[in-house]
């Protein structure tokens, strides 16, 4: 072959591999959802979508509302499949419309149930002339859920004033809580259990209220921790201007005081309007908050706070990250976090025509420049463009939903997310307990250049993680691969567990945290049950080193009548019956007898 045919070769090469590389940018629209990457759905009149959230089939649905001609807001959902068409086994069209109070309902946010479920949740004015909180459950074919309160729909009223619905989350066991307004002024949170009724273990009464500085507060947001904690996010109203203001309460409902002594925060950026408008959990338990900030005008800023409610100074040094796109006004509308430690920032843009702006942080708070352009996506459709919900498919695209200025209608539009595959799918992560140790183990199901686990252990009540071991990894596996590790330090305590995937170019990612309450094993001898007994009792006893040892019964002269047990036994928990049928009624003793020690205690047979 000729220098020149070959200079020809590399060079057509090289092309198709730039051209395939700029192709893959992230963050450009996804040619193969509704052919152009965004879809719109015409309602009644002023349509705008306010949650998207995927399904486990890939299937996106959307929630919002919508104002007819008389100006009377109806609530709607809309479901479409994975290439961006309406899904028409979702009421038939793939579109469900709810209106019952002739003054209207408003939708906010919305969650899925493990069955396939959809609760939703708003406010409207049912009963005099303030806002009341609505709670509807509906099946996954998009009907009404008759079992939910008779009829689909739970109206709360918790006070005389305004109650507004913000925010949902759902708990492991079934249970909904809910985020908002409070008689148009604090801070609430309402705790549902799953059949809709008011739950009375929350706070005595099914809810909580939460005043800053005797102003107005609201939450916007409310997350769930793993440890059962509830993280609230909102506003709250000053003397002076407005502040983004967190509070985390305990499962019981009371304030966390673990949280910034009195499980309240607020955070001020130069005395102006700051707004709370959203937020999402690292999987190390640390918040991420995004929001306005009145810095110059309107900016978009993200802050890190750290689980006791500290900021994150990690986090562009001080824990705020602030934004002025284009030199105009900016409004944070909604986050979520990667699962490589990058955030995902969605905003609106006003000056002229209002547009959309997603932007992609590192997870030190600087932009990722292999986003978009420079780190941001901008997307305007035509006119006044908005954006309110953002979500993130499992293959790394993202969707978000809103309202486009082409007829009001609802638009959804999906954008490629990471170009590269996920390094490692990690299926399973556990802690047990063997003797005083405490062993982790854990499964991938494929891994892509892994180089292996850091293993990080922390004391619930501390804030720094640690590195106890180093374990390699596959490299690359499409098989299914089993770890596992051995903790012998024995830290007594209510420990925190996760695994730092790296990967062989030095990037890396967390697992979940996962807990488990340590206490050392130690050499005892524990009263029998029942006792009195007849004719048969449990005998148990532990012990906190491997090695022999024995289980003997004497009667009360100290005779002995009968050894249960004599042999080995590891670290932990022992026990074994004790059949007295045969004995006469009355007093006897038994002892452990392990290493030249002995313990022993008595038991009472009644015949």
């Known amino acids: ?49 306010k949650k998207v959230l995927i399904q486990s089939d890939g299937k996106i649905l959307t929630a919002g509302n919508s104002i007819n001609i008389s100006s009377t807001n109806f609530i709607y959902l809309a479901r479409y499949n994975s290439d961006g068409s309406l899904d028409n086994t979702f009421d038939s069209d793939g579109i469900v419309q709810t209106h019952f109070r002739s003054s209207g309902e408003y939708c906010n946010d919305i969650a899925l149930l493990s069955d396939g479920k959809i609760l939703l949740v708003g406010y409207t004015f049912f009963s005099g002339t303030s806002y009341d909180i609505i709670l509807l459950r509906y099946n996954s074919d998009g009907s009404l859920d008759a079992t939910f309160d008779s009829d689909g729909k739970v109206f709360t009223s918790l006070s005389s004033g305004d109650d ?28 549902y259990n799953s059949d809709g009724s008011l739950d009375t273990t929350f706070d005595t009464d099914g809810y909580v209220t939460t005043d800053f500085q005797a102003q107005q507060d609201e939450v916007s947001k409310v997350l769930l921790q793993n440890d059962g904690n509830v993280v609230a996010i909102g506003t709250v109203r000053t003397s002076s201007g407005k502040d983004i203001g967190l509070a985390r ?106 547009y959309i702006n997603l932007l992609r942080l590192n997870s030190d708070g600087s932009k990722d420049l292999t986003f978009g352009t420079d780190g941001q996506q901008d997307i305007d459709f035509f006119g006044d463009d908005r954006a309110n919900s953002l979500a993130v498919q499992s293959d790394g695209k993202i969707v978000i939903g809103g309202k486009t200025n082409i007829n009001n209608n609802f638009f959804v539009a999906r954008l490629k997310g990471s170009s590269a595959a996920l390094p490692v799918e990690l299926t ?162 038994y002892s452990l007898h392990m290493g030249g020690k002995s313990i022993t205690k008595k038991m009472l047979l009644l015949k």
């Open 249 to 354: 309460y305990n499962t019981n409902g009371s304030l966390d005081t673990s949280f910034d002594s009195d499980g309240k925060v607020s955070t001020d950026f130069s005395g102006g309007f700051d707004y709370g408008t959203s937020g999402a959990l690292q999987s190390d338990g640390k918040i991420v908050v995004v929001g306005t900030a009145s810095i110059s005008g309107n900016d978009l800023c993200l802050l890190r706070y750290n689980s006791n409610g500290s900021l994150d100074t990690s986090f562009d040094s001080d824990g705020k990250a602030i934004f002025n796109i284009d030199f105009r006004i900016n409004y944070g509308k909604d986050v979520a976090v990667l699962s490589d430690g990058k955030i995902l920032a969605l905003a609106l843009t006003s000056g002229g025509d209002l």
């Open 1 to 49: 072959m000729s220098e020149r045919i070959k200079y020809i070769f590399y060079t057509l090469f090289l092309l198709i591999h730039i051209s395939t590389l700029i192709s893959a940018q992230d963050g450009q629209f996804d040619s193969t959802f509704s052919n152009d990457g965004y879809t719109t759905t015409d309602l009644l009149g002023e349509d705008e979508i």
């Open 428 to 589: 399973n992560f556990k802690a047990i307990r063997e003797g005083n140790y405490i062993r982790l183990l854990w499964e991938t199901a494929t891994e892509i250049d892994n180089y292996g686990f850091e293993v990080e252990r922390k004391i619930v009540q501390e804030e720094e993680w640690e590195t106890i071991a180093f374990i390699p990894g596959s490299g690359n596996s499409y098989s299914p691969k089993d770890y596992n590790y051995l903790d012998k330090n024995s830290i007594e305590g209510q420990l925190q567990y996760r695994l730092k995937q790296l990967n062989t170019d030095g990037t890396f990612s967390y697992s979940k945290t996962i807990e488990i309450y340590t206490q050392p094993f130690k050499l005892q001898l524990i009263n029998n049950y029942p006792n009195p007994f007849n004719p048969t009792t449990i005998i148990k006893w532990q012990t906190d080193v491997p090695g022999y040892q024995s289980v003997i019964v004497y009667d009360a002269l100290g005779r002995k009548i009968k050894e249960l047990f004599n042999g080995f036994k590891p670290v932990g928990k022992h026990k074994i019956e004790f059949d007295a049928s045969k004995l006469a009624g009355g007093i006897y003793f």
């Open 164 to 191: 507004r619905g913000n925010s949902i989350a759902i708990q492991s066991d079934g249970k909904i809580l809910v985020g908002g307004l409070y008689n148009g002024s604090d801070f609430v949170i309402v705790r």
